[in-house]
């Protein structure tokens, strides 16, 4: 059978009219493996003797938390669990892909699609059953949704509805009457590029993987390891690249322009 490769998530089937994609059913088991962390973790730091898997996951949060303080300094606090969570939430995404059986577990859907593999031996219609989260474009798109709408709320909140507002209509001179569309123009943009950047970069990662070994099949058992700790690697560092943006964006946002 040939690789499978959509470009957007497959549906699975249809519950009450809306269509659960492939890539839907793996991020409600990344959210639930997030959850059990965080319970984990809460549970673990009321004790005394912990383990190992503690430090690890603490290592991860005084590490982000710090970072994170270099760019928004004594407003940390206060932003930390909104990126604290992008952070997390992108990174189990991302790695969600290079989980053996997601993408290669391939089940006969209930709607048919046009993006769909036919296997030769039973004639039949399959799709994968899991599919990454952020290899789905509409999952980054809601993420950087998220993440524009955010940085709006936190500049009402701290500049107040006029300050801010004038940072987009500001009448005082022809220069700034200018600049203000400019200023609308580039949060559209800023959508645009938190989803696309994210969503090729794991995509591209999770074809590579797929194609690499019917291209390569007697030099693959070499390579795949080099290419599942870089695929690792990527994934960690788009989800930092997504939340630095994010923190640089709101710290401008809930900052007064003289």
Not at 3 to 11: A, C, N, R, V
Not at 45 to 54: A, N, P, Q
Not at 131 to 144: K, P, Q, W
Request: aromatic share 16%.
């Amino acid at each position: 059978m040939s690789p499978h490769i959509s470009i957007k998530g497959e549906t699975v089937y249809e519950l009450i009219g809306f269509p659960v994609t492939n890539s839907f059913i793996t991020t409600i088991l990344v959210v639930i493996c997030f959850s059990f962390i965080a319970h984990y973790y809460y549970s673990e730091i009321r004790k005394e003797t912990r383990s190992l898997v503690f430090y690890a996951i603490h290592g991860l949060f005084v590490g982000m938390y710090g970072m994170l303080e270099s760019v928004l300094r004594q407003k940390i606090n206060i932003f930390y669990p909104l990126l604290g969570a992008f952070f997390f939430f992108i990174l189990l995404s991302n790695w969600s892909g290079l989980i053996p059986g997601v993408g290669s577990i391939l089940i006969k859907p209930q709607v048919q699609s046009s993006e769909a593999v036919v296997d030769d031996e039973a004639h039949e219609v399959r799709i994968p059953l899991l599919r990454g989260g952020t290899a789905d474009l509409n999952t980054t798109i809601a993420l950087a949704l998220v993440s524009v709408f955010m940085t709006q709320i936190y500049g009402f909140k701290f500049l107040g509805p006029s300050e801010h507002l004038k940072k987009y209509f500001d009448f005082r001179n022809p220069i700034m009457i200018m600049l203000g569309p400019l200023e609308i123009i580039q949060e559209f943009a800023r959508i645009i590029s938190f989803g696309f950047r994210l969503y090729g970069n794991i995509f591209a990662g999770e074809v590579l993987l797929t194609i690499v070994p019917f291209l390569l099949p007697v030099f693959f058992s070499f390579v795949v390891a080099p290419m599942f700790l870089i695929e690792l690697f990527v994934g960690f560092v788009q989800a930092l690249v997504f939340v630095m943006l994010s923190a640089v964006f709101i710290n401008m946002a809930t900052t007064a322009h003289h």
